[in-house]
């Protein structure tokens, strides 16, 4: 399940971030307890806990003493902005500073946007 170079507790927040963004974790809902994780996945549960806690100091998660770890109100906004602020910065801006550097048109642009958004919503 985890792999790549990032450490394990970052790819658990970002697995925890990418299933409130796809709705799979709904606002106030329980997520799986650091015990859970590390016994799920076989992980030392302080892994499962730096994740949590980026988490929380984040917004995303609030824990319930005695109770567990919730979906914060509002945490699939926040994540939907930063991930739209992060997407025009690093997606956005230096394909449109290329497109320039290139003499395309902001008509062209928009004709190639609306032309391959036809496209999808014909599939």
């Given amino acids: ?13 970002q697995q925890i971030r990418g299933e409130i963004l796809a ?6 809902e329980q997520v799986m307890s650091t015990t859970q994780y590390a016994t799920t996945y076989r992980i030392n549960p302080a892994t499962a806990a730096k994740a949590f806690a980026e988490l929380v100091d984040e917004g995303v998660l609030y824990k319930r003493r005695g109770v567990g770890m919730f979906v ?8 939907l902005d930063q991930h739209r602020q992060s997407f025009f910065a690093e997606v956005l801006d230096p394909a449109l500073a290329r497109a320039e550097l290139l003499g395309i048109t902001p008509d062209e642009l928009v004709q190639h946007i609306t032309r391959n958004q036809t496209k999808r919503n014909d599939r």
């Avoid at 399940?1 to 927040?13: H, K, L």
């Avoid at 914060?72 to 994540?79: K, M, Q």
């Fill in 1 to 13: 399940m985890f792999e790549g170079r990032e450490p394990i507790y970052v790819q658990i927040a």
């Fill in 23 to 28: 709705g799979s974790l709904l606002e106030e």
């Fill in 72 to 79: 914060a109100t509002g945490a699939r906004d926040r994540l």
